[in-house]
Antibody, heavy 121, light 105 residues
Framework: EVQLVESGGGLVKPGGSLRLSCAAS????????MNWVRQAPGKGLEWVSSISSSSSYIYYADSVKGRFTISRDNAKNSLYLQMNSLRAEDTAVYYCARPRLAVDNNWFDPWGQGTLVTVSS | YDLTQPPSLSVSPGQTATITCSGAKLGDKYVCWYQQKPGQSPVLVIF???KRPSGIPERISGSNSGNTATLTISGTQAMDEADYYCQAWDSTTAVFGGGTKLTVL
């Protein structure tokens, strides 16, 4: 069974940093691109970042570019999101999402259960 | 690139629910749809405009043409009550619609 388990969320002050992790199991992690998607409380979904299987290609939403860094460790079947210079508007549930197929990164299926990040003083 | 969805839609059980997603030349792109129930993670219900992942009932279907993609739920049931999001790619950026809250009453 494919599983994605996020961790690392919590309460952080504005300007602070946090590192999220996503532990993957049940599939060949090193063959898939991976993504982070977030959802502010009561709001819609917002794509945050993508990373290709070998980390050769990395993309960010404009809203996080220069502050967030996506990375992965294929040996540990893990995806990461380093979040710096956090702002109140970064408050959200952060989901780790795998594409449906290894050959592309088009459709997110499945998603993890999410981890809540709260940025507040 | 923006995708626009109606914020809400209400249907009676057994009726057909039609949720739209609008964007410039959206028909030139592939679109997918996610279902999200309260307190749960999103679930892919339609990909590549009109394909269903295994386990998704046939009464859920999709189409995409011109500037509008459409998610259709036939014979709507109480279990279909959820938020629905469309998604497409604009170059290397994934774009989501604002979501439509489907109420079955």
């Amino acid at each position: 069974e494919v599983q994605l388990v996020e961790s690392g969320g919590g309460l952080v002050k504005p300007g602070g940093s946090l590192r999220l992790s996503c532990a993957a199991s049940g599939f060949t992690f090193s063959s898939y691109s991976m993504n982070w998607v977030r959802q502010a409380p009561g709001k819609g979904l917002e794509w945050v970042s993508s990373i290709s299987s070998s980390s050769s290609y990395i993309y960010y939403a404009d809203s996080v570019k220069g502050r967030f860094t996506i990375s992965r460790d294929n040996a540990k079947n893990s995806l990461y999101l380093q979040m710096n210079s956090l702002r109140a508007e970064d408050t959200a549930v952060y989901y780790c999402a795998r594409p449906r197929l290894a050959v592309d990164n088009n459709w997110f299926d499945p998603w993890g259960q999410g981890t809540l990040v709260t940025v507040s003083s | 690139y923006d995708l626009t969805q109606p914020p809400s839609l209400s249907v009676s059980p057994g009726q057909t629910a039609t949720i739209t997603c609008s964007g410039a030349k959206l028909g030139d792109k592939y679109v997918c749809w996610y279902q999200q129930k309260p307190g749960q993670s999103p679930v892919l219900v339609i990909f590549e405009d009109n394909k269903r992942p295994s386990g998704i009932p046939e009464r859920i279907s999709g189409s995409n043409s011109g500037n509008t993609a459409t998610l259709t739920i036939s014979g709507t049931q109480a279990m279909d009550e959820a938020d629905y999001y469309c998604q497409a790619w604009d170059s290397t950026t994934a774009v989501f619609g604002g979501g439509t809250k489907l109420t079955v009453l």
